[in-house]
Structure formats: C-alpha cells, structure tokens
C-alpha cells in the first residue's frame, strides 16, 4: 500500500529517510573506495590517520553500525 507523505508517521518517515541516507553513503563509500583504488600513486600514498580512518568506517558500514537519525540529530545539535 502506498502512503503520501502526509499519511506517514513521523516513525515511519524517519525510517525512509534513514534508509534512503544510508543508501545514498553507501553509494558514495563505494564510489570513494574505486577512486581511491584506481589511483596511479602507491597506496602507501595516503596518510596513515585517514587510511586508519577508512578502513575503521569501512568495517563500521560493512558490520551494519550506525545510528538513527534522531541519535544524529541530537549529536549534531550538540
């Protein structure tokens, strides 16, 4: 059954948001990763915090962790 987006809850239109944001950094991660990896340049190239970094997201992403969007909003907004 499709719902407009008036007849959504606020629950249920979270949910889509999170899941149309997380697939959308997957997309990108994707992407980010085979421009990192068709890269001429050695890959002892990049700076090891930010190549730490990556690997750590990467694991993070690929083990399913994250956060709801209310759990970021309340840390953005500090």
Do not use: Y
């Not at 993070?60 to 709801?68: F, L």
């Amino acid at each position: 059954m499709n719902k407009t987006l008036s007849q959504l809850s606020t629950n249920e239109f979270e949910t889509l948001v999170e899941r149309a944001v997380d697939k959308r950094l997957e997309v990108w991660m994707t992407q980010l990763m085979d421009a990192l990896t068709s890269i001429d340049e050695p890959a002892g190239e990049l700076r090891p915090e930010f190549a730490k970094s990556l690997r750590k997201a990467i694991k993070q992403s690929q083990a399913g962790e994250g956060m709801d969007l209310k759990s970021f909003r309340d840390e953005i907004e500090g």
